[in-house]
């Protein structure tokens, strides 16, 4: 998967959870820009994406550094990504 789509699933997946647009989360630095961003919905974001892409990610990595930016989400899922045997569905879930 390339790096562009894997960012484009992990925007449209946390603008979907957080109720947001796209647009907004894309320029956004930090998700804790939005008021409908807590902790639980940092774990929904994570849990959609472990679905969409079929992987997991082991629970050391899930420290809030890693669930506030989309860069880092990214990261985190990079790796799990290029190995993960699902493909990439068109639309998260509920859009």
Same mark, same amino acid.
């Given at each position: ?5 894997? %960012?484009? +699933?992990? !925007?449209?997946?946390? =603008?979907?959870? #957080? ?8 320029? *956004? ?21 472990? %679905?969409? +892409?079929? !992987?997991?990610?082991? =629970?050391?990595? #899930? ?8 860069? *880092? ?23």
């Amino acid at each position: 998967m390339s790096r562009d789509t894997l %960012q484009d +699933l992990v !925007v449209r997946t946390a =603008a979907d959870v #957080l109720g947001v647009r796209p647009e907004d989360v894309a320029q *956004a630095g930090d998700l804790t820009e939005f008021s409908t961003y807590t902790s639980f919905r940092a774990l929904d974001i994570v849990e959609s994406l472990e %679905q969409h +892409l079929g !992987v997991e990610v082991d =629970a050391p990595d #899930l420290v809030p550094h890693n669930l506030r930016r989309i860069d *880092a989400l990214c990261r985190m899922f990079r790796p799990r990504a290029d190995a993960g045997p699902a493909q990439m569905p068109k639309e998260p879930h509920g859009v």
